[in-house]
């Protein structure tokens, strides 16, 4: 059924680990090493696609590296130097591997770009994911959520099939509240920024996001004392928080 499964391929199945190749023309498998591989067919001179890519830098910088291979695949049809500037601009950060002939494609049955599909080490697909105009990077931040094992069934599906009293939470407020706040950071708006992100805190004291975000901005202004102590808070919360843990060294107690 569309949205749950790749044409060709289901839900549970056995992927063929494919010997592709990658930009330099060397052999590379699309399944990783690590715990999960999400990986994105994309177009790079697609505009979803690019405003995907950009949302999936942002992704990157709250999940774990060590547990995720992230893997890009472009067809042989698209030009080196767009694929390279598509990457580039959007700051998402994938192993590329071609799909000659589109061959990858055909056989799982890919119908448009840009689409997601995660598997598993012993690649089984654990989730497909089209793309949506809504949502789409909560529904991929959750499956992979699901895939490492941080959530259950339960709040899987209650992130992919949110409640109209969960759209308007006060989790889902900070987390509108949060987006703006890092929106406001790269821009340079520290103040603006760091008011921000101390506010999704006071609305969801336990979103682990929130307070590494204050932690990182209070790191920008000088501030490190203040700064341990919200990167020790989102690491009560989520002891394997990447940006935390990462941050946390550059701060270490006196």
Same mark, same amino acid.
């Given at each position: 059924?569309?949205?749950?499964?790749? =044409?060709?391929?289901? #839900?549970?199945?056995?992927?063929?680990?494919?010997? $592709?190749?990658?930009? +330099?023309?060397?052999?590379?498998?699309? !399944?990783?090493?690590?715990?999960?591989?999400?990986?994105?067919?994309?177009?790079?001179?697609?505009?979803?696609?690019?405003?995907? $890519?950009?949302?999936? =830098?942002?992704?990157?910088?709250?999940?774990?590296?060590?547990? !995720?291979?992230?893997?890009?695949?472009?067809?042989?049809?698209?030009? /080196?130097?767009?694929?390279?500037?598509?990457?580039?601009?959007?700051? =998402?950060?994938?192993?590329?591997?071609?799909?000659?002939?589109?061959?990858? @494609?055909?056989?799982?049955?890919? *119908?448009? @770009?840009?689409?997601?599909?995660?598997?598993?080490?012993?690649? #089984? $697909?654990?989730?497909?994911?089209? @793309?949506?105009?809504?949502?789409?990077?909560?529904? !991929?931040?959750?499956?992979?959520?699901?895939?490492?094992?941080? !959530?259950?069934?339960?709040?899987?599906?209650?992130?992919?099939?949110?409640?109209?009293?969960?759209?308007?939470?006060?989790?889902?407020?900070?987390? *509108?509240?949060?987006?703006?706040?890092?929106?406001?950071?790269?821009?340079?708006?520290?103040?603006?920024?760091? =008011?921000?992100?101390?506010?999704?805190?006071?609305?969801? /004291? +336990?979103?682990? +996001?929130?307070?590494?975000?204050?932690?990182? #901005?209070? #790191? +920008?202004?000088?501030?490190?004392?203040?700064? *341990?102590?919200?990167?020790?808070?989102?690491?009560?919360?989520?002891?394997?928080?990447?940006?935390?843990?990462?941050?946390?060294?550059?701060?270490?107690?006196?």
């Amino acid at each position: 059924a569309a949205g749950l499964a790749f =044409a060709y391929v289901d #839900i549970g199945s056995p992927l063929s680990n494919h010997g $592709l190749t990658n930009r +330099d023309g060397v052999e590379q498998t699309l !399944i990783g090493s690590q715990r999960v591989t999400a990986f994105l067919f994309f177009n790079p001179e697609q505009d979803r696609s690019r405003d995907v $890519l950009r949302a999936l =830098a942002e992704l990157q910088t709250r999940m774990t590296k060590a547990e !995720i291979s992230w893997v890009g695949v472009v067809s042989d049809r698209f030009a /080196p130097e767009a694929v390279a500037s598509a990457l580039e601009a959007s700051g =998402a950060r994938l192993e590329v591997v071609v799909d000659s002939g589109d061959r990858l @494609y055909g056989e799982l049955g890919v *119908r448009l @770009y840009p689409t997601m599909g995660i598997a598993d080490s012993d690649a #089984i $697909l654990r989730a497909y994911l089209p @793309y949506t105009k809504l949502n789409y990077m909560a529904a !991929i931040e959750a499956h992979l959520r699901h895939a490492l094992g941080k !959530i259950d069934d339960a709040a899987l599906e209650k992130a992919l099939h949110p409640t109209a009293a969960d759209v308007g939470s006060a989790e889902a407020e900070a987390g *509108r509240t949060l987006k703006l706040a890092r929106m406001l950071w790269q821009a340079g708006k520290t103040d603006k920024a760091l =008011a921000k992100a101390r506010e999704a805190t006071e609305k969801a /004291p +336990d979103l682990a +996001d929130a307070h590494a975000l204050v932690g990182l #901005i209070l #790191i +920008d202004e000088g501030l490190v004392e203040e700064a *341990r102590a919200s990167l020790t808070r989102a690491l009560e919360i989520d002891p394997d928080h990447p940006e935390a843990n990462a941050a946390l060294i550059e701060c270490p107690s006196p």
